[in-house]
């Protein structure tokens, strides 16, 4: 089992900044990428940005330029910074891991951008 709890998220003017950081424990010999998908009321689940176990990354169009994804291997945390942020990046904010079997999931942050 993973465990992944989320943090950072909050309020903030367009054009602020966040960093939100996922928090993982368990078995993590067991997981390959990581990453951050967002949910926006009314709207499916969406991936915003991927790391593989080696430090590749990837991004949806929407973010790119603007946010940046990073793997803290030692402290097992992984980060999502962004930065020249939009209204509509307002969004629930979950951490994703790969395992070999299954998916794992955090609770949420809530992410909102309104001035």
């Known amino acids: 089992q993973v465990q992944l709890v989320e943090s950072g998220g909050g309020l903030v003017q367009p054009g602020g900044s966040l960093r939100l950081s996922c928090a993982a424990s368990?078995?993590?010999?067991?997981?390959?990428?990581m990453g951050w998908y967002r949910q926006a009321p009314g709207n499916l689940r969406d991936v915003v940005a991927v790391i593989s176990s080696g430090g590749s990354t990837s991004y949806v169009d929407s973010v790119k330029g603007r946010f940046t994804i990073s793997r803290d291997s030692a402290n097992n945390t992984v980060y999502l910074q962004m930065n020249s942020l939009k209204p509509e990046d307002t969004a629930v904010y979950y951490c994703n891991a790969e395992g070999r079997s299954r998916y794992y999931w955090g609770q949420g942050t809530q992410v909102t951008v309104s001035s």
């Open positions: 368990g078995s993590l010999s067991s997981i390959n990428a």
